[in-house]
């Protein structure tokens, strides 16, 4: 199963977290940015191509000490098909380097047009008679609130091209709560839907016992996570909101279990931006991010056992 490679990934580097490349222009070094509009203009080409630069350039300072990247497919659609380009570039270039790559697209479709999604994400897109994939991730998030109809076509690309799934359960964003926290009888929508993740897969355990269809669950909640934590013992857990949206490592430590294993903390801007924070030579900023996933590592660990399978 696809995460039994990442949780391979996770206890190698003894690194649950995963970087997330949202990357805003403005995020993006001065002298990267002079160099690609010098030769491409100040157009979505150049932009996207100082993106690209960005990316690489973090890849190959945390590919060998974090276990995964998770691109955030609306920061690269805002520069058309030259964004979308980087965005298959940066999966592209990110999975050489031996790293997990997790899309966060958040799709939500039914019947043929979630088949669509599924297929590009996840899948194999045929062309008369010739096979391509068309993205190439790990893993994609999703929103189940459409219900098993948008499920199920990502459960069949899981088991039959390694993949998996990160299914919206209680997200880290403030106003979550006018949905996810609502009673259907005795359980709250998010508990509801987190069962549901349960039930869709059963039927793809991995070895370390962990199915291929996991849960977004926010570290800015960490009652809930430590409550799914429990409710949830097959389920693999993404955790956003660690860092620059108020999630601290203690609370965060409630997602993982016995072992150290069962989530994966996510943290963008903190990585992208470190040179920033640090206020150090903007052609530094590859290194500032190394330091700082190494920061966030360390902080994480340390409210956890040994990571161990």
Not at 38 to 66: M, P, R, T, V, W
Not at 129 to 155: C, K, Q, R
Not at 233 to 253: C, I, K, M, S
Request: net charge neutral; hydrophobic share 35%.
């Amino acid at each position: 199963m696809s995460f039994d490679r990442l949780i391979e990934k996770i206890v190698s580097t003894q690194n649950p977290s995963v970087v997330g490349l949202d990357p805003k222009l403005d995020y993006v070094p001065q002298y990267i940015k002079a160099k690609k509009f010098s030769k491409y203009g100040k157009s979505l080409k150049g932009a996207a191509k100082a993106i690209l630069e960005f990316n690489k350039g973090i890849i190959d300072e945390i590919h060998d000490i974090c276990p995964a990247i998770k691109p955030q497919a609306a920061y690269y659609e805002m520069y058309g098909y030259e964004g979308v380009k980087t965005l298959y570039k940066t999966i592209k270039y990110a999975k050489e380097k031996g790293m997990f790559v997790i899309t966060d697209g958040k799709r939500n479709d039914i019947g043929a047009t979630m088949e669509a999604y599924a297929t590009a994400h996840l899948g194999i897109t045929e062309v008369a008679g010739e096979e391509f994939e068309a993205f190439g991730a790990d893993a994609l998030t999703v929103n189940g609130y459409l219900g098993t109809d948008g499920i199920t076509p990502l459960l069949d690309k899981c088991v039959k091209y390694d993949k998996g799934i990160f299914v919206l359960v209680k997200t880290s964003n403030k106003s979550s709560g006018e949905l996810q926290d609502l009673l259907i009888g005795q359980n709250s929508v998010y508990e509801t839907m987190g069962d549901m993740c349960e039930k869709w897969g059963l039927e793809q355990s991995g070895r370390y016992g962990y199915s291929s269809v996991g849960a977004v669950v926010g570290a800015t909640y960490p009652e809930q996570l430590e409550t799914l934590r429990k409710r949830l013992p097959h389920t693999f857990f993404l955790v956003p909101g660690y860092g620059a949206q108020g999630g601290g490592a203690e609370g965060v430590a409630k997602a993982f279990d016995a072992n150290g294993l069962g989530a994966i903390v996510n943290s963008s801007r903190g990585v992208m931006c470190a040179y920033q924070k640090e206020g150090c030579d903007e052609t530094d900023f590859a290194k500032a991010a190394r330091r700082e996933v190494i920061r966030m590592k360390e902080d994480i660990t340390s409210y956890l056992p040994k990571i161990s399978i």
